[in-house]
C-alpha cells in the first residue's frame, strides 16, 4: 500500500473541492481557485471534511500514481489556503534586480540588463535589491518561474557569485594556487 497515497485529505474550513468526471479536481479557497485534470485510473472520492483517493491495482504504474494524485491534490488544497513561496538571493558585487510594475530588470554582469515579466497568477516581491520572493497559489508555476530566474545566473563554485535559493548551499571549490 501506498503510504502516502492512502492518507486522506483534510479539507480545512472555507475550502471548496469539487471532483468532475475523468478526475477533473476543482479546489476553491481564500485565495483562489485551482483545476487539474488528473490521472482517469485513480478514483478520488470525498466523504465527511476528507478527501480519499484509491487504486485499482497494485501495478507498479498504478502505485506510483497513487501517491501523485493524492499529493497533487493536497498542494491544491495548501496552494488556495496559504500559497507558496520562494526565496531567491543575488550575491556578487554589480549583481542586483530593479522591479517596475510586473517586470523585473536584473544586472548579472552581462553587457545587456536582463528583463522578466511577471507570469499570470505569480507575483514577486523584491526585499532590498538583491532579494526577491516568488510568491502564488501553484507550487508548480511558483518553483518553475524561481528555477527560470535562478538559471540567469548559476551560483558559480569558487566565490558563490549568481542567483541561489535562499535555502540552497553552495559547495565550494578551491581556486588556482600560485607557482612556487
Known amino acids: 500500500m501506498s503510504r502516502i497515497g492512502r492518507l486522506p485529505i483534510a479539507i480545512p474550513a472555507g475550502v471548496e ?9 476543482t479546489v476553491k479557497g481564500p485565495k483562489g481557485t485551482l483545476e487539474k485534470n488528473l490521472p482517469v ?11 480519499v483517493v484509491t487504486r485499482p491495482n497494485d501495478l507498479k504504474k498504478m502505485k506510483s500514481l497513487h ?3 493524492r499529493t497533487l491534490i493536497n498542494n491544491m488544497v495548501i496552494g488556495v489556503t ?3 513561496e520562494k ?7 554589480g549583481y542586483r534586480a530593479q522591479k517596475q510594475g510586473k517586470v523585473i530588470t536584473f544586472n548579472l554582469g552581462y553587457s545587456h540588463p536582463v528583463t522578466m515579466e511577471d507570469p499570470e497568477g505569480i507575483e514577486t516581491v523584491m526585499d532590498g535589491q538583491n532579494k ?3 510568491k502564488g497559489i501553484d507550487k508548480e508555476k511558483v518553483g518553475q518561474y524561481a528555477a527560470e530566474i535562478r538559471e540567469l545566473r548559476r ?14 548551499v553552495i559547495r565550494r571549490k578551491v581556486g588556482k594556487t600560485g607557482k612556487k
Do not use: C, F, H, R
Open 41 to 51: 485510473e485513480m478514483q478520488i472520492k470525498s466523504e465527511n471534511n476528507e478527501i
Open 67 to 69: 501517491g501523485l494524485t
Open 132 to 134: 526577491i520572493i516568488v
Open 17 to 25: 473541492v469539487k471532483i468532475a468526471e475523468n478526475n477533473k479536481v
Open 155 to 168: 551560483p558559480e563554485p569558487y566565490k558563490g557569485k549568481g542567483i541561489k535559493y535562499a535555502d540552497e
Open 87 to 93: 526565496v531567491l538571493e543575488i550575491n556578487g558585487v
Open 82 to 84: 496559504e500559497g507558496y
